[in-house]
């Protein structure tokens, strides 16, 4: 029986077992090596014919294996990250889509010329407020149009149309350069009816589906509420009118207190909308004179309904239904207006004859005072007419000179004047010197006419009361006298004796020192709990009914003004510096007012121009 091999008397507390993975080798005979020769070996021996015994048989290990390093990862544990990556990706893409809004996800193809496929966007990936979008084809294509939601409210507040017309730039750059044009070409900078070829108008996009809009009459039932308030607009919505192919709509609300500005802009865009052959509505919802009814007559009405209000656009200018306003103002009557409109072959006056055309046709059609005040005017003007005339045919009548004089807030444009006003000697000295000028040589013979002289007289306008009090128009004869602005001291004559007990009647309110945009935003507020006024001249809170009645009395006294002084005079002085000084220009006629210079403008050497943008 072969020996064994005992273990348990062994002085060894631990030993070195190989594992039983160990690479063992064989011994050098069985590699047919050769081994290191002795001294008695040297010559021969059989080591080559035997070979090492078998190694022995491994027993388990008593300590962890070493982990053999991988030069790579698992092709599962690739998939696995790869897997959840794919789930992270996904769940912040729903989460964004479904907070946000705003990630377009394209539905299905439409057909464009017959030639491009756009995506479609749903209505549920639209921004829900006004802005200017871009749409990319799947060739990689792109074109842009103005996303408005049909139930939006209508007009869009000023702050919304100035953003919408520089986003439009914007957007249109950015499709520009997607098409490989960095900048548009200088014809396209100056061309005011350029259009851009890359730019849909949101009629045609709702038809290819790039937009959803809103079909059919519904509109007329979910947006009415949200449809503002045009002026002498009957519709209820059952009147069967096609809608106008293309139409300007003015929008009066103006951040602005004075309503000369709003006047003329609203003139030039009725004789744009003309020259354009577009139909004219004029929107009067959030006017700060109130309704348009209140100083104007309605104006007259296209034979066809205006188009659905998110159509509405306030650029580009080549939109079908286009929006005007005072916070667009620089874009439709901006560089490129004046460019296209100006007549650069004329250095005088005469360069600006286009756009006074322009203002003329919107005066002789919209510029028709109310019921009460139309008859007014017309005996008044009947009146001074009187005055003036001769009954002696062997003379002329005599000649009378209107004066516009301008305080309040607005100042001269001349230097020397611009902190301060244009004296009210200066109005009077010139007064004089045209009635001078013209009689002094008017008889047949080229004689004096004294008869004439002593007929002449001038006739005033001012938004400053204090001023028909003074020295240099003591003489001289209001405008008219169907609305006053009164000062302070004249409302304390009306009012009781301080010493009798009497019901309270809250500070007296007058106009000394002339029109403030302050005092015009504060009409009808007490002055109990007011007194940081100034403060609060943009209020959200809407104005109340009889702040809505002295402001619209405001708009009815400055358009009488206009009216008889534009009508009655033979002549008019006047400051360029003041809108009101334009519009009478205007109403004179350019025939009158340029040709024949009778419109006289006394700050500085300035020439008529219709907007100061």
Same mark, same amino acid.
């Given at each position: 029986?072969?020996?064994? /091999? ?14 039983? =993975? ?28 035997? !070979? ?59 057909? /464009?010329?017959?030639?491009?496929? %756009?995506?479609?966007?749903?209505? *549920? ?26 139930? *939006? ?7 919304? %149309?100035? +953003? ?7 957007v249109a750059a950015h499709v520009r350069e997607l098409h490989g044009h960095a900048k548009p070409s200088q014809q396209a900078q100056t061309n005011y009816y350029h259009e851009d070829p890359y730019f849909v108008d949101v ?15 519904? @509109? ?41 500005p709003t006047i003329m802009m609203l003139w030039m865009a009725y004789g744009l909308a003309q020259k354009e052959k577009r139909s004219f509505f004029i929107d009067d919802s959030r006017w700060a004179y109130g309704e348009y ?17 998110h159509e509405m656009l306030p650029c580009p200018h080549n939109a079908r239904h286009l929006v005007v306003s005072a916070a667009t103002a620089s874009e439709t009557f901006g560089k490129s207006f004046n460019a296209e409109y ?13 756009? %006074? ?22 005996? =008044? ?33 001349? %230097? ?21 000028? *013209? ?33 240099? !128009? ?36 007058? @106009? ?82 340029? +040709?024949?210079?009778? @419109? ?14």
């Amino acid at each position: 029986m072969p020996p064994t /091999l005992d273990l348990s008397q062994s002085t060894h507390a631990k030993m070195i077992v190989s594992p039983p =993975r160990l690479n063992l080798r064989r011994a050098a005979s069985y590699q047919h090596e050769k081994a290191p020769l002795s001294a008695t070996s040297s010559r021969f021996n059989f080591n080559h014919l035997m !070979f090492s015994p078998p190694p022995s048989p491994g027993l388990p290990a008593l300590v962890p294996r070493p982990r053999k390093t991988s030069s790579g990862p698992r092709p599962s544990r690739v998939l696995r990250v790869a897997g959840w990556l794919f789930g992270l990706a996904l769940t912040i893409f729903i989460v964004r889509a479904v907070l946000k809004k705003d990630v377009q996800v394209p539905v299905v193809g439409w057909a /464009l010329d017959g030639r491009e496929e %756009y995506e479609m966007v749903g209505q *549920y990936d639209l921004p829900d407020f006004p802005t200017p979008i871009a749409v990319t084809d799947r060739k990689g294509r792109s074109k842009w149009t103005v996303s408005i939601p049909p139930t *939006y409210d209508f007009p869009l507040t000023t702050k919304e %149309y100035s +953003d919408i017309c520089a986003k439009c730039r914007e957007v249109a750059a950015h499709v520009r350069e997607l098409h490989g044009h960095a900048k548009p070409s200088q014809q396209a900078q100056t061309n005011y009816y350029h259009e851009d070829p890359y730019f849909v108008d949101v009629g045609d996009a709702e038809k290819r589906g790039l937009l959803p809009g809103v079909e059919g009459k519904a @509109w007329k039932v979910t947006a009415r509420a949200q449809s503002g308030h045009l002026v002498g607009d009957m519709t209820d919505g059952l009147v069967d009118k096609s809608v106008c192919k293309t139409s300007l709509t003015f929008v009066l609300e103006s951040t602005d207190a004075g309503l000369g500005p709003t006047i003329m802009m609203l003139w030039m865009a009725y004789g744009l909308a003309q020259k354009e052959k577009r139909s004219f509505f004029i929107d009067d919802s959030r006017w700060a004179y109130g309704e348009y009814t209140t100083i104007f007559k309605a104006p007259p009405m296209p034979n066809c309904n205006a188009p659905p209000r998110h159509e509405m656009l306030p650029c580009p200018h080549n939109a079908r239904h286009l929006v005007v306003s005072a916070a667009t103002a620089s874009e439709t009557f901006g560089k490129s207006f004046n460019a296209e409109y100006e007549n650069s072959h004329r250095s005088n006056v005469d360069r600006d004859r286009p756009m %006074y055309e322009l203002a003329r046709a919107g005066y002789e059609a919209l510029f028709r005072l109310n019921d009460e005040d139309q008859p007014y005017v017309e005996r =008044r003007v009947k009146q001074l007419r009187t005055l003036a005339k001769v009954s002696d045919g062997s003379h002329n009548d005599g000649m009378i000179v209107g004066v516009h004089i301008r305080h309040g807030d607005l100042h001269p444009l001349e %230097y020397q004047y611009n902190g301060a006003y244009i004296p009210l000697n200066l109005y009077a000295q010139r007064s004089k010197e045209i009635i001078e000028e *013209y009689h002094n040589s008017s008889m047949t013979l080229g004689g004096e006419d004294v008869v004439a002289k002593k007929h002449s007289f001038s006739i005033i306008a001012s938004d400053d009361p204090d001023v028909y009090e003074t020295e240099e !128009f003591s003489s001289s004869l209001r405008a008219q006298e169907q609305i006053k602005l009164a000062s302070k001291q004249h409302i304390q004559q009306l009012n009781p004796d301080k010493s009798v007990m009497h019901k309270f009647v809250d500070e007296t309110f007058g @106009w000394e020192g002339g029109f403030f945009a302050t005092m015009f935003w504060n009409l009808g507020r007490s002055t109990l709990n007011n007194a940081n006024g100034a403060d609060e001249v943009q209020t959200p809170l809407r104005p109340s009914a009889e702040t809505m009645r002295l402001r619209g009395l405001i708009g009815r006294a400055y358009a009488l003004d206009l009216a008889v002084l534009g009508q009655a005079s033979d002549a008019v002085i006047c400051t360029m510096s003041a809108m009101g000084c334009r519009l009478l220009a205007v109403i004179m006629g350019w025939e009158k007012a340029m +040709d024949d210079g009778k @419109w006289v403008n006394i700050d500085g050497d300035f020439q008529w121009t219709a907007l100061t943008l």
